[in-house]
């Protein structure tokens, strides 16, 4: 994977493609447009990922501190998130951006300047690598529900190999999750990037076969889509289950997203 001065450049370019799309928005009623994530508007998923961000560079500076306010929210975990984006989103959009702008920019400086020590977070700790992934592909997901909610295309571009490599490192996670066994053989991921390129991971002669695009592959490990809206091949039973509990964030995965064209919605998505 990339050294960490690029993968933080891709973090950092990850979050400029969505302030792009959210800093053209005409007024505080746009910021209030419905995503996919029910009950939430596009003020909250801004909100959600200034306030993750804040929380990351936290962890990152002052580990101490952050494992101390951690010990004072373990007995509502489960609504903290929501609670967090609800009150984020009342503030004004503007300041609101302007916060996520300061906050990101700051956790990428810290990140750049993070030693080699494991990080402590809402899951199991991380190195600064890692912790730059998974911002990467939270911005992303929930980027998607913005553009979804704007009708507009999903962003896709080079950085989606973060996104996809992190997908395939969770795979034993994600069984977990679900209460299953994880696989003991590997798998093979082969995937159609952006640019027409391929990225494999596994053996070439694994009998577990994962194929298809990456932008799919990526939209179905951040939740995004519903297994059956995706252009994704599994040969083998163990690849098959595992596109259906892939994914690539830590906590509970929610309720899956429905098929297209179907009636009903899902909870909201973790991350």
């Known amino acids: 994977m990339a050294d960490r001065a690029s993968l933080l450049a891709?973090?950092?370019?990850?979050?400029?493609?969505?302030?792009?799309?959210?800093?053209?928005?005409?007024?505080?009623?746009?910021?209030?447009?419905?995503?996919?994530?029910?009950?939430?508007?596009?003020?909250?998923?801004?909100?959600?990922?200034?306030?993750?961000?804040?929380?990351?560079?936290?962890?990152?500076?002052?580990?101490?501190?952050?494992?101390?306010?951690?010990?004072?929210?373990?007995?509502?975990?489960?609504?903290?998130?929501?609670?967090?984006?609800?009150?984020?989103?009342?503030?004004?959009?503007?300041?609101?951006?302007?916060?996520?702008?300061?906050?990101?920019?700051?956790?990428?400086?810290?990140?750049?300047?993070?030693?080699?020590?494991?990080?402590?977070?809402?899951?199991?700790?991380?190195?600064?690598?890692?912790?730059?992934?998974?911002r990467l592909m939270e911005t992303w997901a929930h980027g998607v529900d913005v553009t979804d909610a704007l009708g507009l295309p999903v962003l896709a571009s080079a950085r989606l190999r973060h996104?996809?490599?992190?997908?395939?490192?969770?795979?034993?996670?994600?069984?977990?999750?679900?209460?299953?066994?994880?696989?003991?053989?590997?798998f093979r991921v082969e995937l159609t990037a952006p640019d027409g390129s391929v990225w494999t991971w596994g053996p070439d002669d694994a009998a577990q076969r994962v194929t298809g695009p990456a932008l799919h592959f990526c939209l179905r490990v951040t939740r995004r889509r519903h297994r059956d809206d995706l252009a994704l091949e599994a040969t083998g039973r163990e690849a098959g289950r595992w596109l259906d509990v892939a994914q690539a964030f830590a906590g509970p995965a929610g309720a899956d997203r429905p098929p297209a064209g179907s009636p009903g919605g899902a909870g909201r998505d973790q991350p």
């Open 163 to 186: 996104v996809a490599h992190l997908g395939v490192r969770t795979r034993d996670f994600a069984f977990g999750q679900n209460g299953l066994t994880p696989p003991a053989e590997p």
């Open 10 to 134: 891709d973090l950092t370019a990850e979050g400029d493609a969505l302030d792009a799309v959210v800093a053209g928005l005409e007024d505080a009623a746009a910021w209030r447009t419905p995503t996919p994530a029910a009950g939430w508007t596009i003020a909250h998923t801004v909100a959600h990922l200034e306030g993750t961000d804040r929380q990351a560079l936290l962890a990152v500076t002052d580990p101490a501190a952050f494992t101390a306010a951690l010990a004072t929210v373990l007995d509502r975990l489960d609504t903290l998130v929501d609670d967090e984006a609800r009150a984020g989103a009342a503030t004004d959009p503007a300041l609101l951006l302007a916060r996520w702008r300061t906050g990101r920019a700051a956790l990428a400086e810290a990140l750049g300047a993070a030693g080699e020590d494991r990080i402590p977070w809402f899951g199991p700790p991380m190195k600064a690598a890692s912790m730059a992934t998974a």
